[in-house]
């Protein structure tokens, strides 16, 4: 099995392959939690539109791999009650500090709940799913046929689940098809330290690989480097996994995404007639 810096390529490979002692971090490990949730916080993109979305439902919000909170809280100042189910007590930490920081007044709106989301039974039907930040791409066919399952119980009759997937075709002027595209960014954590952000999708568009690199390497410890590939799982293939579990693409809601190799679409899933 390849280790994870053999599975980092582009830019972000020949930066460290210049450096001699690395420490390569799956960026959703504990380490690696308040890194992904610092840059996360700087990404505008989704977060508008699945918000807006949720302004025009009613009734409690059930979100799905809900991190530390990055639509948890803005759902919750809309005055909804939200039950935010992750799998990662980290993220979950991070979310909990957060709330007391800043959003005190609405915890008693907020149910917890550390579980996996493909098996999580809440005991009661939700007319709201929210599932974002385009987490679906994390998991597998077994993990996906799971959570649509789930999905298909948990959901309320005329209730609306709503999750987020990327699409092949985004900005044409990035790559030729059929080559890698490389995007590197420069992005800082809670503390404001810089890291360059690497982003390489392969050629055929089927994986996206993140490597997080600290701008300053030049220190005496090993250099923390956190990465992570996730699938690009486009629309059409997502609505067929979702019939074969009782549930339709009903909507789909476009994501602005400008200088993007992948375009963000919000699937509008329903149960199927």
Same mark, same amino acid.
């Given at each position: 099995?390849?280790?994870?810096?053999?599975?980092?390529?582009?830019?972000?490979?020949?930066?460290?392959?210049?450096?001699?002692?690395?420490?390569?971090?799956?960026?959703?490990?504990?380490?690696?939690?308040?890194?992904?949730?610092?840059?996360?916080?700087?990404?505008?993109?989704?977060?508008?539109?699945?918000?807006?979305?949720?302004?025009?439902?009613?009734?409690?919000?059930?979100? #799905?791999?809900?991190?530390?909170?990055?639509?948890?809280?803005? @759902?919750? &100042?809309? *005055?909804?009650? !939200?039950?935010? =189910?992750? $799998?990662?007590?980290?993220?979950?930490?991070?979310?909990?500090?957060?709330?007391?920081?800043?959003?005190?007044?609405?915890?008693?709106?907020?149910?917890?709940?550390?579980?996996?989301?493909?098996?999580?039974?809440?005991?009661?039907?939700?007319?709201?799913?929210?599932?974002?930040?385009?987490?679906?791409?994390?998991?597998?066919?077994?993990?996906?046929?799971?959570?649509?399952?789930?999905?298909?119980?948990?959901?309320?009759?005329?209730?609306?689940?709503? #999750?987020?997937?990327?699409?092949?075709?985004?900005?044409?002027? @990035?790559? &030729?098809? *059929?080559?890698? !595209?490389?995007? =590197?960014? $420069?992005?800082?954590?809670?503390?404001?330290?810089?890291?360059?952000?690497?982003?390489?999708?392969?050629?055929?568009?089927?994986?996206?690989?993140?490597?997080?690199?600290?701008?300053?390497?030049?220190?005496?410890?090993?250099?923390?480097?956190?990465?992570?590939?996730?699938?690009?799982?486009?629309?059409?293939?997502?609505?067929?996994?979702?019939?074969?579990?009782?549930?339709?693409?009903?909507?789909?809601?476009?994501?602005?995404?400008?200088?993007?190799?992948?375009?963000?679409?919000?699937?509008?899933?329903?149960?199927?007639?």
């Amino acid at each position: 099995m390849a280790t994870l810096l053999e599975n980092i390529n582009g830019r972000a490979a020949t930066v460290l392959r210049e450096l001699t002692d690395v420490a390569v971090h799956d960026i959703y490990d504990p380490l690696g939690a308040r890194l992904y949730d610092a840059v996360a916080l700087q990404d505008g993109h989704e977060l508008r539109e699945m918000i807006a979305i949720a302004r025009r439902t009613t009734g409690p919000i059930l979100e #799905l791999a809900c991190g530390a909170g990055r639509f948890t809280l803005p @759902l919750l &100042a809309l *005055g909804r009650e !939200v039950t935010a =189910v992750d $799998l990662s007590p980290s993220m979950l930490a991070i979310l909990s500090e957060r709330l007391d920081a800043g959003y005190a007044h609405l915890r008693n709106k907020l149910t917890l709940v550390e579980g996996d989301i493909c098996n999580f039974d809440p005991g009661l039907k939700f007319s709201t799913v929210i599932f974002g930040c385009v987490t679906v791409s994390l998991l597998d066919f077994g993990a996906r046929s799971r959570l649509f399952r789930n999905m298909a119980s948990v959901l309320a009759p005329e209730g609306r689940f709503f #999750l987020s997937t990327t699409v092949p075709e985004g900005d044409a002027s @990035l790559a &030729a098809p *059929g080559t890698p !595209v490389e995007n =590197v960014q $420069l992005v800082k954590d809670s503390a404001g330290m810089p890291y360059r952000l690497h982003e390489y999708i392969v050629p055929d568009r089927s994986i996206r690989e993140i490597t997080l690199i600290p701008e300053d390497t030049d220190t005496s410890s090993p250099v923390n480097v956190f990465t992570t590939a996730v699938r690009v799982l486009p629309p059409h293939q997502l609505a067929t996994e979702l019939q074969a579990n009782n549930l339709a693409v009903l909507a789909t809601h476009s994501v602005k995404t400008p200088g993007s190799a992948h375009q963000i679409v919000i699937l509008e899933v329903g149960h199927r007639v």
